[in-house]
């Protein structure tokens, strides 16, 4: 049995950047961002990378992106939503909701109820949780941005710590449990 050359893939290729929050590690494929992690360690942050995924080098997708994230993580307003990513793969709410908090702007949050609105399900604010404690894309889908009612800081595949960090590399002011009243942007989000 034959198969097209439309339905071949690529095999993945990733990339990894060292910051000062920690290791981040890219994969794409099709030129489009399939994977990402942010960890501790180096091997913390390649466990996102498929078993057939070469580390041989960057494509140009991925320089592109390492760029802008050395560029965010030196706490420059970087529009990361410009790289493709991928997730089509992902259930229909899931890829919805990724889709929607990949519009909420560098510095500013939104609550789960907002996001499941944004998904087309309003009453679902934990769905929207659950969807985002599954995102394969962090950083290029912000995750971060997310913020339960009332501004609270919860839920974080990373941990708290790390959430309050993106968010402050990013001006938002937190204590340990929320974000700061008018310490964000407020403006609406871009389109999707």
Same mark, same amino acid.
């Given at each position: 049995m034959g198969t097209s050359a439309t339905s071949l893939r690529h095999t993945p290729e990733a990339a990894f950047l060292h910051t000062p929050l920690g290791w981040v590690c890219l994969v794409a494929r099709d030129r489009r961002v399939i994977a *990402?992690?942010? *960890?501790p360690t180096k091997a913390g942050a390649a466990a996102v990378a498929p *078993?057939?995924?070469t580390f041989a080098g960057a494509n140009r997708l991925l320089r592109a992106?390492?760029?802008d994230l050395g560029r965010y993580f030196r706490g420059e307003p970087v529009d990361l939503s410009r790289h493709p990513v991928d997730v089509s793969g992902q259930p229909p709410f899931l890829r919805a909701a990724l889709l929607?908090?990949?519009?909420?702007c560098y510095g500013?949050?939104?609550t789960y109820g907002w996001l499941a609105g944004a998904a087309g399900t309003p009453k679902a604010a934990r769905a *929207?949780?659950?969807a985002m404690s599954r995102n394969p894309i962090p950083l290029l889908i912000p995750c971060h941005r997310v913020v339960g009612a009332g501004g609270r800081l919860t839920g974080f595949g990373g941990g708290l710590p790390l959430k309050r960090a993106l968010l402050e590399l990013e001006g938002v002011a937190c204590d340990k449990q929320r974000v700061s009243p008018g310490s964000h942007r407020t403006a609406p989000t871009r389109g999707r």
């Open positions: *990402a992690s942010l *960890a *078993a057939d995924c992106v390492m760029r929607a908090a990949r519009g909420i500013q949050v939104r *929207a949780g659950q």
